[in-house]
T-cell receptor
């Protein structure tokens, strides 16, 4: 398996622009997590899905952030409009209670977002 | 609620010496505990976990961790550090008795192994 795939790996955009980050989880995994990592705040959980349904989005910072999972093999995290303080590394992770006992998570390589 | 504390932002150790990266946790039910490692410009990689059973857990790359229920700790250890072990280490916890599969991560500890 190729592991969790994220695209793009790097994104540079200007303030006010829409940004879409993409994630393909490991095949067969039914949990998908979006995290944000910054020097100041460390690793923060933004939202997670189970069987394509959002379960907990309490970590989403504000309405400018939205996430979708239209099917088991694809998820997006969208920021509209983007702001400089959104600059961070965004990680996607997947897991499965059935395939992976005790639900350890497998992380993608991350998307480094820079908002100018 | 669940939480993790990694009291050291950075740990420096000489190559060949033993290393310890500290972690304490708080959780309502049974703790499921994990260690992850992050190399520069990479995602987090799973190292080891404690679910139940033997308090000493062995993982990848010669790492081990000791679960101590009375001290609510799960310190990561290695008998002999390598320069290649230099990375950012994260401790994580989830409540094994709860329905949520959310992991709570510590802020991370940067390990530097000095040649």
């Amino acid at each position: 398996d190729a592991g969790v795939i994220q695209s793009p790996r790097h994104e540079v955009t200007e303030m006010g622009q829409e940004v879409t980050l993409r994630c393909k989880p490991i095949s067969g995994h039914d949990y998908l997590f979006w995290y944000r990592q910054t020097m100041m705040r460390g690793l923060e959980l933004l939202i997670y899905f189970n069987n394509n349904v959002p379960i907990d989005d309490s970590g989403m910072p504000e309405d400018r952030f939205s996430a979708k999972m239209p099917n088991a093999s694809f998820s997006t995290l969208k920021i509209q409009p983007s702001e400089p303080r959104d600059s961070a590394v965004y990680f996607c992770a997947s897991s499965s209670r059935q395939v992976v006992p005790y639900n350890e998570q497998f992380f993608g390589p991350g998307t480094r977002l820079t908002v100018l | 609620a669940q939480s993790v504390a990694q009291p050291e932002d950075q740990v420096n150790v000489a190559e060949g010496n033993p290393l310890t990266v500290k972690c304490t946790y708080s959780v309502s039910g049974n703790p499921y505990l994990f260690w992850y490692v992050q190399y520069p410009n990479r995602g987090l990689q799973f190292l080891l976990k404690y679910i139940t059973g033997d308090n000493l857990v062995k993982g990848s790359y010669g790492f081990e961790a000791e679960f101590n229920k009375s001290q609510t700790s799960f310190h990561l250890k290695k008998p002999s550090a390598l320069v290649s072990d230099s990375a950012l280490y994260f401790c994580a916890v989830r409540d094994g008795g709860a329905g949520s599969y959310q992991l709570t991560f510590g802020k991370g500890t940067k390990l530097s192994v000095i040649p």
